[in-house]
């Protein structure tokens, strides 16, 4: 790509305040595939594993790739974030949704300008080219609803936490978990609302806190969003309750370990967020270069996929279970 000069100021104006939401590796070289990927929030172990694969796979494909991360899990900062990669004119925008609707108007712009708009864990999301996935979300949600049923005895109250109640997939995990509750394991009972707190520490350790005083007999906590368990934990083991409520959900196995090895936390499953921002560099060379994801094709640790056109989905399976007996492992890795 060269930029006239015009372009060029334009450029160092857009990453003068990308610097300031925590960007890095650009302008590495202009004649790869400029590929910017926007992330829910920076500075915690799930992203930073991610941007760790994003890095792998540039230097294997041979792709400027970055990873954008915004200081809060908020909406307005990922649009801001999209709109200074649409001034920059990259070729391919990755998303991680926080919030589907907000984005959907900055991601239309974002594709009437040229760009590629790749997301993941957002298959309702609009204003995409495609989203790719690495396990379904009946999958998914029924895996950690057999887990807490398994270990409640199959009956008792519960509790659920999402990320926020913005963020699409984990709420279609919450619904899938929820349902299946309902029709599989009927002595079980959730109470509440769902509660949009699991991005957040300090917000799942107050919610905890609260649920607690709320509902004595709570025997269940079931979170999706990486900083729903590890704040859930905190409070069960600082109060003693880790036997009593059985707490079961995705995080990052590095932050969470020692809860998994003490028993408060009694498991949950991920996908590999390390492939998974090695698969965003992968399938945005391809976007760039004009190509479409076609059925069966195989991406970098996964293996072949399930391609759907009229979802613009691309489907993998593959988890890996937090539990004792693997943890160490993904935790050597870095996750």
Do not use: C
Request: glycine letters at 12%.
């Amino acid at each position: 790509m060269k930029l006239t000069r015009r372009e060029l100021l334009a450029t160092m104006g857009a990453g003068a305040a990308m610097s300031v939401l925590g960007v890095s590796g650009a302008f590495a070289d202009a004649k790869e595939p400029q590929v910017g990927i926007v992330v829910k929030i920076g500075g915690i172990p799930w992203f930073n594993a991610m941007e760790v694969g994003i890095k792998k796979q540039d230097a294997t494909d041979k792709v400027n790739g970055w990873m954008v991360g915004p200081t809060q899990a908020d909406a307005a900062q990922q649009v801001r974030a999209i709109e200074d990669l649409i001034a920059r004119k990259v070729d391919v925008i990755g998303i991680v949704p926080n919030d589907a609707a907000a984005l959907e108007p900055v991601l239309e712009r974002a594709r009437a300008a040229g760009i590629k708009v790749l997301s993941h864990e957002g298959p309702a999301l609009k204003g995409n080219d495609w989203d790719f996935e690495l396990t379904t979300i009946d999958a998914y949600g029924k895996a950690h609803m057999d887990l807490l049923a398994k270990e409640m005895g199959e009956k008792g109250k519960y509790i659920l936490y999402v990320g926020s109640l913005t963020v699409p997939l984990h709420n279609a995990w919450a619904d899938a978990a929820i349902a299946y509750q309902k029709e599989k394991y009927p002595k079980m009972e959730m109470v509440g609302d769902r509660f949009g707190v699991a991005e957040s520490l300090d917000e799942s350790i107050k919610t905890t806190q609260d649920q607690l005083r709320a509902h004595p007999d709570l025997n269940g906590i079931l979170t999706f969003g990486s900083q729903g368990p590890i704040g859930a934990a905190k409070v069960l083991d600082d109060r003693g309750k880790a036997k009593s409520i059985v707490l079961v959900g995705g995080f990052s196995p590095g932050q969470g370990m020692k809860y998994v090895m003490n028993g408060t936390i009694r498991g949950g499953y991920i996908w590999n967020p390390m492939t998974a921002g090695q698969i965003f560099i992968q399938l945005a060379k391809l976007l760039a270069e004009g190509k479409q994801p076609t059925d069966g094709m195989e991406l970098v640790e996964v293996g072949p996929v399930k391609v759907y056109p009229d979802k613009r989905l691309i489907q993998a399976q593959k988890l890996e279970s937090l539990d004792k007996a693997n943890i160490k492992r993904l935790a050597d890795l870095g996750l």
